[in-house]
């Protein structure tokens, strides 16, 4: 449980240019956001982070997106005129966070592996690359991940919104918790708000299951994707709950009693919480991955859904199930599946709602398994459908 130090969402009424950093995956984005008291405005651009920047080094990592900001910038033609622009940092990873513009990265998940940066302040990196540079002029004014800022953009439509939840490359969810509850949370660093006694809490999810809380219901599948994932059995470091933060780092509010709690959960199950529903498949696939162990995020997430639909035909087809006198040997190639196939697979019907395997048998030919039967492509179907539906 990571608090946010956010304590309070948008009322909608809010004016202005503002950039977004968004920094979660393999892709990353940047966004010219204009607020005018009603509407919300977005101009934006994807900008892809090779491998070799994603597991160099920290300052190769921040130096390409300072680089990147700075081609947005002159896209925008936001030139540096004296005047700094706000932006808001969304990184997607697991921080301790010791402010709203100050936050320590835990640990790199997924298939991130920069040195130089865990334990690093993440804010501070950023700020220096950009200082490097004599075309980026602006003011990191709020550091928080994907999580919180999908609750904070409901909330600017709907301010009645208290939770978020993303299940997408990894999984997460936050939610609004009573400061009052927050018993160790440095007050010190809180800025005075009578109008705000709550917080928005990360939970960190994602790791849920570490030691072993998910086993119960892991299948010998989920074992297979842990297994062959990035991080197999890796264990999240010890983070401390909301209960015993340092108060002095919360400026007094008495009118918000409340800060959105991070929950981090997609690495539940690093205590095998999840065992009692881990599948060998589960295994293969966290046992291939960068931080084995975390085992909700691959149960669930979009990052090694696909993974683990492949370690299953695999299975199926080894043990003459699936793809008779069919060659299959590319779909032995690890991550020769990606999710966006069981998305697509997933949505094979016609107008009318008939199902229909045209994409299917689209999709296996892409990957090179070509002739394969009718069964074959009801099976990948099934298979894709378990794997969602869970």
């Known amino acids: ?22 920094l979660g995956g393999t892709n990353f984005r940047v966004l010219l956001v204009r607020l005018d008291g009603k509407d919300a405005k977005m101009e934006g651009r994807i900008f892809r982070l090779p491998e070799h920047i994603i597991k ?17 910038m002159a896209d925008m033609k936001l030139t540096c005129s004296g005047r700094k622009l706000p932006l808001g940092f969304t990184f997607s990873f697991p921080c301790a966070q010791e402010g709203l513009t100050k936050a320590r990265l835990i640990s790199w998940t997924k298939g991130f592996s920069a040195s130089g940066v865990e334990s690093e302040d993440v ?30 953009s409901c ?68 074992a297979i994707v842990d297994e062959g994932s990035v991080n197999p059995g890796k264990q999240l470091q010890k983070i401390k709950r909301c209960h015993k933060l340092d108060k002095c780092t919360i400026e007094d509010d008495p009118f918000h009693d409340e800060m959105i709690i991070n929950t981090e959960w997609g690495a539940f199950g690093d205590n095998g919480e999840l065992e009692f529903i881990r599948t060998s498949f589960d295994a293969i696939v966290d046992e291939g991955s960068v931080n084995p162990g975390k085992q909700l995020q691959k149960m669930i997430s979009g990052m090694y859904m696909g993974e683990l ?31 966006k196939y069981v998305s697509e697979i997933e949505g094979d019907y016609e ?40």
């Open 123 to 152: 804010v501070k990196l950023l700020r220096e690359a950009c200082q490097r540079r004599q075309d980026v002029d602006i003011d990191v004014v709020a550091i928080l991940n994907d999580t919180v800022g999908s609750l904070m």
């Open 351 to 390: 107008p009318d709602g008939t199902r229909t395997y045209e994409r299917t048998r689209q999709v296996l030919e892409d990957i090179g398994v070509e002739d394969a039967a009718d069964h074959d492509f009801q099976t990948v179907a099934y298979v894709c459908s378990l794997v969602s539906r869970r």
């Open 155 to 222: 909330a600017f439509e709907d301010n009645s919104c208290a939770i978020g939840v993303i299940v997408g490359t990894g999984t997460n969810a936050c939610y609004f918790e009573k400061i009052k509850r927050c018993h160790k949370l440095d007050k010190c660093t809180i800025e005075d708000d009578p109008f705000h006694d709550e917080m928005i809490i990360n939970t960190e999810w994602g790791a849920f299951g570490d030691n072993g809380e998910l086993e119960f219901i892991r299948t010998s599948f989920d």
């Open 56 to 72: 160099g080094t920290g300052t190769g990592l921040f130096d390409h997106i300072a680089e990147c900001l700075a081609k947005f």
């Open 309 to 339: 639909v492949r370690v299953m035909l695999v299975h199926l087809a080894d043990h003459g199930v699936l793809f008779e006198n069919v060659n299959y040997r590319p779909l032995k190639v690890p991550h020769s599946f990606p999710t």
């Open 1 to 22: 449980m990571l608090p946010s130090y956010l304590r309070s969402g948008p009322n909608g009424t809010e004016e202005g240019d503002f950039l977004a950093l968004d």
